[in-house]
């Protein structure tokens, strides 16, 4: 019995199997922790120790969040490595999960740059070996062609969002207001709770999940441990050596990421275990890839560039209450997801074989964010707190939209569109578009200056736009290579 037909009858959870409520759970709870601990890590970093920081520069600070934003990314490969030759996506979900809580805890407990290194590493880690896999199993859940799919990664997607709103509540003001490392336990707290929720709901997962569909021979695990063991003693000597810093850490988690994304493309295409109709599909995730990359190298700027620009920038003060800089640079756009994810499901839902194509979905992603930025136009220039808190909520808006015509589509696509031998790696594939986005966002952040914003939103804005015009350009080619997925 396959996968689909075994999950069909589990239904029990808005119309969709009852495995998706599990997964929407620990993916809420996950992103509970992530983005908690994101809206405040960057203040911690840059704010003087006379104020519970590290008194670290904005442009480090802004290098090391879009580095942390990307590992995490880039650690889904290796989860999804993991998935497919050992331990199977259900297990690597599991363990990923206990990861993340310790790292969390580490933040918490450990002091100053200890902790930072030692929370960060394991969070990226863990959250990387659990984000991908739990959005594999998630396409388990569905047939091929089962219309339900677009839809089902839309609500798992507003558990995402609905996790990231409360975190970035609670665990901004905790932080902000109280303590830095009080917010940080409050994260690790969240994601015990989601470890707990996911090991009671495990038996609701297909059995597919828990298989290895590309199993590493026993021979061969030394080899890959040695491997493995020797990349980590190359990157402690870098950091040593002085080759790796805080200014270029974003700078090397990009190249990283890139090299990896081409790796895996050349691996597929080549690979005797794909056959000719997968590798076609394949190719036609290139371009959708690049497009992702587009659009997160902009959006993620919501935790690079965002919060200095609403320390600076924005006015803050609602009804003699002025909002922590952690909610106005990344808690308003869950809201919007919370409030926007159920109408995009709904509507692609109704609009079944009469909605958008792929391409065309994805590519509207760095079209839109690049006209969001574009906005930022409309108020270049005008000093301290002179944006109005409705404009920028505005702004955002448009990056909502953004958001939700490509990353839960861009999740769907992967499940579609993956050879059977790469179920798992294909998902680490698109996340290794988040983490070139992510990291070039700390990148091109510190090119980010109150003094000259106008150009800078101007350029970065306009070149999402021309990529995404590229990809409408090569709907017809992209749509043959999908060889009949829509």
Request: aromatic share 12%; net charge positive; hydrophobic share 50%.
């Amino acid at each position: 019995m396959d996968s689909t037909t075994e999950a069909r009858p589990r239904k029990g959870f808005f119309g969709h199997p009852r495995g998706l409520m599990n997964l929407f759970g620990v993916e809420m709870w996950e992103r509970f922790s992530y983005y908690g601990l994101t809206g405040i890590v960057g203040l911690y970093m840059w704010y003087s120790a006379q104020d519970g920081g590290l008194g670290q520069s904005k442009a480090a600070a802004m290098s090391i969040v879009g580095a942390y934003g990307g590992l995490i990314y880039v650690s889904a490969i290796v989860g999804s490595w993991i998935a497919d030759r050992l331990l199977g996506a259900e297990r690597t979900v599991f363990y990923g999960a206990v990861v993340v809580v310790i790292g969390h805890l580490s933040l918490a407990i450990l002091p100053g740059l200890v902790g930072l290194g030692v929370g960060l590493f394991c969070v990226a880690v863990g959250g990387g070996a659990l984000k991908g896999n739990a959005s594999v199993i998630v396409g388990m859940l569905y047939e091929e062609k089962d219309g339900r799919r677009d839809a089902g990664f839309s609500i798992f997607y507003m558990g995402i969002n609905i996790g990231g709103l409360a975190g970035t509540i609670f665990t901004g003001a905790v932080g902000e207001k109280i303590a830095f490392h009080y917010g940080f336990g409050l994260a690790a707290i969240g994601m015990i709770i989601g470890l707990i929720q996911y090991t009671l709901g495990r038996r609701n997962l297909p059995e597919s999940a828990s298989s290895v569909p590309n199993p590493l021979p026993p021979s061969e695990r030394t080899k890959y441990l040695v491997a493995w063991l020797g990349l980590v003693v190359v990157i402690v000597l870098a950091v040593a050596l002085g080759v790796i810093t805080a200014l270029n850490l974003s700078d090397v988690v990009a190249v990283v990421a890139g090299v990896a994304a081409v790796a895996y493309f050349v691996l597929m295409l080549t690979s005797d275990k794909v056959t000719p109709v997968e590798k076609s599909r394949v190719r036609a995730f290139i371009p959708l890839l690049v497009a992702s990359v587009a659009f997160w190298s902009l959006f993620q700027q919501l935790y690079t560039v965002m919060p200095v620009y609403a320390e600076g920038r924005i006015d803050r003060m609602l009804f003699g209450w002025e909002m922590p800089v952690s909610w106005v640079a990344n808690a308003i756009n869950p809201v919007f997801i919370i409030l926007l994810a159920g109408v995009f499901a709904v509507l692609w839902t109704k609009l079944g074989p009469r909605q958008p194509s792929t391409p065309t979905k994805i590519a509207l992603g760095p079209i839109l964010v690049g006209v969001g930025f574009l906005l930022f136009l409309t108020v270049a220039g005008g000093g301290a707190g002179s944006v109005p808190l409705l404009a920028f909520f505005g702004f955002l808006l448009v990056f909502t939209i953004a958001e939700l015509f490509i990353s839960p589509v861009g999740l769907s696509t992967a499940t579609k569109l993956a050879p059977e031998a790469f179920r798992s790696q294909m998902m680490g594939l698109w996340f290794l578009s988040v983490a070139m986005g992510s990291s070039l966002a700390g990148t091109i952040g510190q090119y980010y200056h109150e003094d000259s914003e106008a150009s800078y939103f101007g350029i970065v804005g306009a070149g999402a736009i021309v990529v995404g015009l590229a990809v409408l350009a090569l709907r017809p080619w992209i749509s043959k290579q999908m060889s009949g997925v829509r």
